[in-house]
C-alpha cells in the first residue's frame, strides 16, 4: 500500500466523525516540466510530450534555448531544472509566434492553463492564449496578459492562470488546440521563460485518473477511500475497518469521477454487480476489493477493505495520557491536552469531574467546565479536552474522575501557577501609540547576544517540547487530533538528506526568509530565534520564500492542514503564498512583528529582495502593506498568544537577552499599528467586542493605556465576572450558555455591551 492500514472504528449510532484519508492523486491532466528538452533539439522536430498525462506541445520559434527554472507552479517532488525559453531572434523575427498545446481528450468540464515566467528587460512583452477548433486552422483570443511589468527573476506574481471552460468544440475533439503567442521583443536575445506549464481538472472531472468519491454507513458519509491504493491485491492486506454493528453497514456509495471509469466490486474474491452488493449482509472477516480502471489500463486503482468485529468496551476505559502542564500564569489558559474516553454497558450518565484549576470539554475549541455529564452509554475513543486554567501561585496536582452508578476512574492531572513570566521593569518607561511606541520597542529589544546556528538545534530543546517531550512543530502538530507525524528532540534532526515525504525529519524555518533581507550566516538575524522555529523539512521546502497569505485553492496541501497557493487578497497581490493551519496564524504573525520592530532600521533597505515589494512599503513603519498589515493583525487576534509562545518567550529571553513584545503584551501591536488618530478620549465610539456569539475567549479591541473595569452580569442580574482588565481580553470558555450584559468602565464613563454565548 501506499500508505499505513488505516483502523477505523464506527459505531452503530455514529455519534462522531472519522478522518478521510489523504487522497495521493492530484487533478494535473498535463504537465511539462521542461527539465530534460531535447539538447540538441530545441526547435523540437517532433512534438513533446508531456511529463505527466497524454498532451503534446509544438512551436514554430526560431531561436529557443534553455535556462535555470523554477519550482513556482511546479508539481511536489520535481526539480527546479530548466525551462522553455524562446528568444526575440534576428530583427525580432519571433514576435507573434507561438507554443501550442493539443491537450488530452476530455468529455466534459473545464481545466485550468497555468504557467511560471520571466523576461528580460528587451523580452517580449505581451502573450496571447488562443483556441482552435479546427487542427489551428481558425483562432480565436481567449485573453491577452501584459507581461512588461515582469522582472528577470522568478517569482510568485508572475504566475500566469487561464480558465479553459465551454469552448467551441472543446469536449472529446482531437482537432482542439490551445497556443501562446508572444510579442513585443525589441532585441535578438530579449526573452521570456516558461517552466511548469500545466493543466488542471476543475473540480468534478478527473481525465486521466479515477478516484472513489465515499462509503456510507447508514446513509452517512464516514469514510473515504481515495487515501488507500493497494500494490499488490494478493498480499497486501488494505485497510480494516472496524464495525460493531454491521447490519448498519452497506459500503454501496462509490462514485467515479471520470464518466469514463468502471468499478468492479468483488466481495471475497467473487466479482458482484453493485445491485447485488446492496443485498449483502456482511459479517466478521469479509473482504471488499474495488477496482476501478479509467480509459487506458495504465490507469487502474485497487482498494482493499476488511470488516472486522469491533470489541465494545464494558464499563469505563481510558487511553492516551495526560502530562504534566508545566508552568502556566495565574488567571492565564494553558495549551489544550486530550485524552480518550470509552465505555460500554453503562446503565446510568457518567459524569466527569475535574479538581480544582482544570476545565473539561468534548470541544476543542470551546464550552469548558469543571465537570460535564454525558448521556450516550456506548461510546469508543471520544476525545476528552482538558486545560489548565491556574488561579493561585501554587503547585495543582489533582485528577479528572469519571462516575457513574459504583463505577468511578480517574486520570491525574498536575501543572503550576505562577506570577508571570516577564520580568519585573523590563518595559519600565514604554508608553504611546504607533511610530513612537514601535521606536521605543526598538530601542529595548535592539541589542541581543548573537548564537550560532548550532545554538538553535540546542534551544529547541528548552523552548519548544511539547507536553509529551516531543518537538513542537510550527507548521505540524495538531492541537486538538493526533499530529500526522511527531519528532523526537536530536534523533529526527535534520541529517542533511533530501526528502520527498512529510514526517521524515525537523529542520530550522526562518518565518521571515533569509533571501528577503539578502542575508547571511553571519547576520545577526540568521540566527534570531524570535522568527525561527521548528519544521518538517519537506514543509518548511514547500513554504520556500512565498509570503505567509490566505490560500482558497490550494495547489499543494500538507498532512496538516498547512496549503501553498494563490493568494486570495488577489486585488492587490495575486501571487503565490503559505498558509498555516490556524493554529499557528497568530504565532507567525507576532514573529514577524517582532522582526519589523527588530530590524526597524533595516527594514528599509529590504525593498528589493526576494517578495519584499509585495510585502513591504519601503518605510520603517508601518512597514508592511496595507493588504498583508491586516491579515497579520486578524492571524493575531483570533490566534491569541498561548502558554507554548509564552514559555519559548522566556527561553529565549534567558539565551538572547530580548524578548518579542508582542507576546508579553498583546494589546501593544494594535497601539503600534493601529491608525494613529485613535485617542483615548473617543474610546466609547471605537470601543469593539468580538466574537458574539461567544467563543473561548471575548476581545476588546482598543487602544488605552491603563485599565478597564469590566463587570458582566447574567440574565438574572448576577454578576458573574468583575475585574480590571489590562490585557483586552477575557476567557469566557467556562461561561454556560445565555445572554449577558458586560458593562466596561473607563475614566468616569462606561458603556454596555449585550453578550451571547
Same mark, same amino acid.
Given at each position: 500500500?501506499?500508505?499505513?492500514?488505516?483502523?477505523?472504528?464506527?459505531?452503530?449510532?455514529?455519534?462522531?466523525?472519522?478522518?478521510?484519508?489523504?487522497?495521493?492523486?492530484?487533478?494535473?491532466?498535463?504537465?511539462?516540466?521542461?527539465?530534460?528538452?531535447?539538447?540538441?533539439?530545441?526547435?523540437?522536430?517532433?512534438?513533446?510530450?508531456?511529463?505527466?498525462?497524454?498532451?503534446?506541445?509544438?512551436?514554430?520559434?526560431?531561436?529557443?534555448?534553455?535556462?535555470?527554472?523554477?519550482?513556482?507552479?511546479?508539481?511536489?517532488?520535481?526539480?527546479?531544472?530548466?525551462?522553455?525559453?524562446?528568444?526575440?531572434?534576428?530583427?525580432?523575427?519571433?514576435?507573434?509566434?507561438?507554443?501550442?498545446?493539443?491537450?488530452?481528450?476530455?468529455?466534459?468540464?473545464?481545466?485550468?492553463?497555468?504557467?511560471?515566467?520571466?523576461? =528580460?528587460?528587451? !523580452?517580449?512583452?505581451?502573450?496571447?492564449? $488562443?483556441? *482552435?477548433?479546427?487542427? /489551428?486552422?481558425?483562432? #480565436?483570443? %481567449?485573453?491577452?496578459?501584459?507581461?512588461?511589468?515582469?522582472?528577470?527573476?522568478?517569482?510568485?506574481?508572475?504566475?500566469?492562470?487561464?480558465?479553459?471552460?465551454?469552448?467551441?468544440?472543446?469536449?472529446?475533439?482531437?482537432?482542439?488546440?490551445?497556443?501562446?503567442?508572444?510579442?513585443?521583443?525589441?532585441?535578438?536575445?530579449?526573452?521570456?521563460?516558461?517552466?511548469?506549464?500545466?493543466?488542471?481538472?476543475?473540480?468534478?472531472?478527473?481525465?486521466?485518473?479515477?478516484?472513489?468519491?465515499?462509503?456510507?454507513?447508514?446513509?452517512?458519509?464516514?469514510?473515504?477511500?481515495?487515501?488507500?491504493?493497494?500494490?499488490?491485491?494478493? =498480499?497486501?492486506? !488494505?485497510?480494516?475497518?472496524?464495525?460493531? $454493528?454491521? *447490519?448498519?453497514?452497506? /459500503?454501496?456509495?462509490? #462514485?467515479? %469521477?471520470?464518466?469514463?471509469?468502471?468499478?468492479?466490486?468483488?466481495?471475497?474474491?467473487?466479482?458482484?454487480?453493485?445491485?447485488?452488493?446492496?443485498?449483502?449482509?456482511?459479517?466478521?472477516?469479509?473482504?471488499?476489493?474495488?477496482?476501478?480502471?479509467?480509459?487506458?489500463?495504465?490507469?487502474?486503482?485497487?482498494?482493499?477493505?476488511?470488516?472486522?468485529?469491533?470489541?465494545?468496551?464494558?464499563?469505563?476505559?481510558?487511553?492516551?495520557?495526560?502530562?504534566?502542564?508545566?508552568?502556566?500564569?495565574?488567571?492565564?489558559?494553558?495549551?489544550?491536552?486530550?485524552?480518550?474516553?470509552?465505555?460500554?454497558?453503562?446503565?446510568?450518565?457518567?459524569?466527569?469531574?475535574?479538581?480544582?484549576?482544570?476545565?473539561?470539554?468534548?470541544?476543542?475549541?470551546?464550552?469548558?467546565?469543571?465537570? %460535564?455529564?454525558?448521556?450516550?452509554?456506548?461510546?469508543?475513543?471520544?476525545?476528552?479536552?482538558?486545560?489548565?486554567?491556574?488561579?493561585?501561585?501554587?503547585?495543582?496536582?489533582?485528577?479528572?474522575?469519571?462516575?457513574?452508578?459504583?463505577?468511578?476512574?480517574?486520570?491525574?492531572?498536575?501543572?503550576?501557577?505562577?506570577?508571570?513570566?516577564?520580568?519585573?521593569?523590563?518595559?519600565?518607561?514604554?508608553?504611546?501609540?504607533?511610530?513612537?511606541?514601535?521606536?521605543?520597542?526598538?530601542?529595548?529589544?535592539?541589542?541581543?547576544?548573537?548564537?550560532?546556528?548550532?545554538?538553535?538545534?540546542?534551544?529547541?530543546?528548552?523552548?519548544?517540547?511539547?507536553?509529551?517531550?516531543?518537538?513542537?512543530?510550527?507548521?505540524?502538530?495538531?492541537?486538538?487530533?493526533?499530529?500526522?507525524?511527531?519528532?523526537?528532540?536530536?534523533?529526527?534532526?535534520?541529517?542533511?538528506?533530501?526528502?520527498?515525504?512529510?514526517?521524515?525529519?525537523?529542520?530550522?524555518?526562518?518565518?521571515?526568509?533569509?533571501?528577503?533581507?539578502?542575508?547571511?550566516?553571519?547576520?545577526?538575524?540568521?540566527?534570531?530565534?524570535?522568527?525561527?522555529?521548528?519544521?518538517?523539512?519537506?514543509?518548511?521546502?514547500?513554504?520556500?520564500?512565498?509570503?505567509?497569505?490566505?490560500?482558497?485553492?490550494?495547489?499543494?496541501?500538507?498532512?496538516?492542514?498547512?496549503?501553498?497557493?494563490?493568494?486570495?487578497?488577489?486585488?492587490?497581490?495575486?501571487?503565490?503564498?503559505?498558509?498555516?493551519?490556524?493554529?499557528?496564524?497568530?504565532?507567525?504573525?507576532?514573529?514577524?512583528?517582532?522582526?519589523?520592530?527588530?530590524?526597524?532600521?533595516?527594514?528599509?533597505?529590504?525593498?528589493?529582495?526576494?517578495?519584499?515589494?509585495?510585502?513591504?512599503?519601503?518605510?520603517?513603519?508601518?512597514?508592511?502593506?496595507?493588504?498583508?498589515?491586516?491579515?497579520?493583525?486578524?492571524?493575531?487576534?483570533?490566534?491569541?498568544?498561548?502558554?507554548?509562545?509564552?514559555?519559548?518567550?522566556?527561553?529565549?529571553?534567558?539565551?538572547?537577552?530580548?524578548?518579542?513584545?508582542?507576546?508579553?503584551?498583546?494589546?501593544?501591536?494594535?497601539?503600534?499599528?493601529?491608525?494613529?488618530?485613535?485617542?483615548?478620549?473617543?474610546?466609547?465610539?471605537?470601543?469593539?467586542?468580538?466574537?458574539?456569539?461567544?467563543?473561548?475567549?471575548?476581545?476588546?479591541?482598543?487602544?488605552?493605556?491603563?485599565?478597564?473595569?469590566?463587570?458582566?452580569?447574567?440574565?438574572?442580574?448576577?454578576?458573574?465576572?468583575?475585574?480590571?482588565?489590562?490585557?483586552?481580553?477575557?476567557?469566557?470558555?467556562?461561561?454556560?450558555?445565555?445572554?449577558?450584559?458586560?458593562?466596561?468602565?473607563?475614566?468616569?464613563?462606561?458603556?454596555?455591551?449585550?453578550?451571547?454565548?
Amino acid at each position: 500500500m501506499k500508505q499505513p492500514n488505516l483502523i477505523l472504528k464506527i459505531v452503530a449510532v455514529l455519534a462522531f466523525n472519522l478522518p478521510v484519508p489523504t487522497c495521493l492523486h492530484s487533478q494535473t491532466i498535463a504537465y511539462w516540466n521542461f527539465n530534460n528538452l531535447p539538447s540538441q533539439d530545441l526547435n523540437w522536430s517532433s512534438p513533446l510530450s508531456a511529463d505527466l498525462g497524454t498532451a503534446l506541445l509544438t512551436h514554430n520559434f526560431d531561436n529557443v534555448v534553455s535556462f535555470g527554472g523554477t519550482m513556482i507552479n511546479g508539481l511536489e517532488g520535481e526539480q527546479a531544472g530548466g525551462s522553455f525559453c524562446p528568444q526575440g531572434g534576428s530583427g525580432s523575427i519571433n514576435n507573434g509566434r507561438w507554443l501550442a498545446i493539443s491537450p488530452p481528450l476530455i468529455p466534459s468540464g473545464s481545466y485550468t492553463l497555468s504557467y511560471a515566467g520571466r523576461r =528580460t528587460g528587451t !523580452g517580449f512583452t505581451s502573450q496571447r492564449i $488562443d483556441y *482552435s477548433s479546427n487542427g /489551428g486552422q481558425d483562432w #480565436t483570443t %481567449l485573453k491577452t496578459i501584459d507581461i512588461s511589468a515582469w522582472e528577470n527573476a522568478w517569482k510568485s506574481g508572475q504566475l500566469v492562470e487561464v480558465v479553459v471552460s465551454d469552448l467551441p468544440g472543446m469536449h472529446n475533439n482531437p482537432d482542439f488546440l490551445l497556443r501562446i503567442v508572444v510579442d513585443g521583443a525589441s532585441s535578438t536575445s530579449g526573452n521570456c521563460r516558461f517552466d511548469n506549464l500545466r493543466l488542471e481538472a476543475a473540480e468534478g472531472f478527473i481525465s486521466t485518473e479515477s478516484r472513489l468519491k465515499s462509503w456510507l454507513v447508514g446513509g452517512v458519509e464516514v469514510l473515504g477511500l481515495s487515501g488507500i491504493e493497494v500494490a499488490d491485491a494478493q =498480499t497486501d492486506p !488494505g485497510a480494516v475497518l472496524e464495525l460493531e $454493528d454491521f *447490519s448498519t453497514f452497506a /459500503g454501496t456509495a462509490l #462514485t467515479a %469521477l471520470s464518466s469514463e471509469s468502471q468499478i468492479d466490486f468483488q466481495l471475497n474474491g467473487i466479482y458482484l454487480e453493485p445491485s447485488e452488493l446492496e443485498l449483502v449482509s456482511f459479517v466478521d472477516g469479509d473482504v471488499l476489493q474495488v477496482t476501478v480502471s479509467a480509459e487506458s489500463p495504465q490507469y487502474k486503482t485497487v482498494y482493499k477493505l476488511v470488516l472486522r468485529q469491533a470489541s465494545f468496551v464494558e464499563g469505563i476505559q481510558i487511553s492516551r495520557e495526560l502530562y504534566p502542564f508545566r508552568e502556566v500564569e495565574a488567571g492565564k489558559v494553558s495549551d489544550v491536552q486530550f485524552y480518550y474516553l470509552s465505555v460500554g454497558g453503562l446503565t446510568e450518565d457518567i459524569v466527569l469531574q475535574a479538581s480544582e484549576g482544570f476545565l473539561i470539554s468534548l470541544d476543542c475549541d470551546a464550552n469548558y467546565q469543571a465537570s %460535564l455529564q454525558i448521556s450516550d452509554r456506548e461510546f469508543n475513543n471520544m476525545p476528552v479536552y482538558v486545560r489548565f486554567v491556574p488561579n493561585e501561585l501554587k503547585d495543582y496536582k489533582g485528577s479528572i474522575i469519571h462516575r457513574t452508578g459504583e463505577l468511578e476512574t480517574e486520570i491525574n492531572i498536575s501543572g503550576k501557577g505562577i506570577s508571570s513570566f516577564v520580568p519585573d521593569n523590563y518595559y519600565l518607561g514604554i508608553d504611546g501609540k504607533g511610530k513612537e511606541l514601535m521606536l521605543q520597542l526598538h530601542q529595548l529589544i535592539n541589542e541581543h547576544t548573537v548564537l550560532s546556528y548550532g545554538d538553535i538545534w540546542t534551544l529547541f530543546g528548552d523552548a519548544d517540547l511539547k507536553f509529551n517531550g516531543k518537538i513542537w512543530d510550527v507548521y505540524g502538530t495538531l492541537e486538538c487530533e493526533e499530529s500526522p507525524y511527531e519528532y523526537t528532540l536530536y534523533t529526527d534532526q535534520d541529517k542533511g538528506v533530501d526528502v520527498t515525504e512529510e514526517g521524515r525529519f525537523y529542520n530550522r524555518e526562518h518565518s521571515w526568509p533569509v533571501s528577503w533581507w539578502g542575508g547571511s550566516d553571519a547576520d545577526t538575524m540568521y540566527t534570531d530565534v524570535h522568527h525561527i522555529f521548528p519544521s518538517d523539512k519537506l514543509v518548511n521546502s514547500m513554504r520556500s520564500n512565498f509570503s505567509f497569505g490566505e490560500v482558497e485553492l490550494p495547489q499543494w496541501l500538507s498532512l496538516n492542514g498547512s496549503r501553498l497557493g494563490t493568494n486570495v487578497y488577489g486585488s492587490v497581490f495575486d501571487g503565490m503564498v503559505f498558509e498555516p493551519q490556524d493554529s499557528y496564524k497568530g504565532d507567525l504573525a507576532r514573529a514577524w512583528f517582532y522582526v519589523l520592530t527588530r530590524y526597524m532600521h533595516l527594514s528599509p533597505s529590504w525593498s528589493t529582495q526576494g517578495m519584499i515589494p509585495d510585502i513591504l512599503d519601503g518605510s520603517s513603519w508601518p512597514a508592511l502593506k496595507p493588504w498583508i498589515l491586516e491579515m497579520l493583525i486578524q492571524w493575531h487576534h483570533e490566534d491569541p498568544v498561548s502558554q507554548k509562545e509564552a514559555l519559548r518567550n522566556r527561553e529565549i529571553y534567558s539565551l538572547q537577552g530580548n524578548r518579542n513584545p508582542y507576546i508579553d503584551n498583546p494589546e501593544w501591536l494594535d497601539r503600534v499599528f493601529d491608525s494613529a488618530s485613535a485617542t483615548e478620549g473617543v474610546w466609547l465610539t471605537s470601543l469593539r467586542a468580538h466574537p458574539i456569539p461567544l467563543q473561548e475567549w471575548l476581545y476588546l479591541d482598543i487602544n488605552l493605556s491603563s485599565p478597564l473595569m469590566v463587570d458582566v452580569f447574567d440574565s438574572l442580574g448576577r454578576k458573574v465576572y468583575s475585574q480590571e482588565v489590562s490585557g483586552k481580553r477575557i476567557y469566557t470558555g467556562a461561561w454556560p450558555s445565555g445572554i449577558y450584559i458586560m458593562l466596561v468602565r473607563f475614566q468616569g464613563e462606561q458603556q454596555t455591551i449585550k453578550l451571547v454565548k
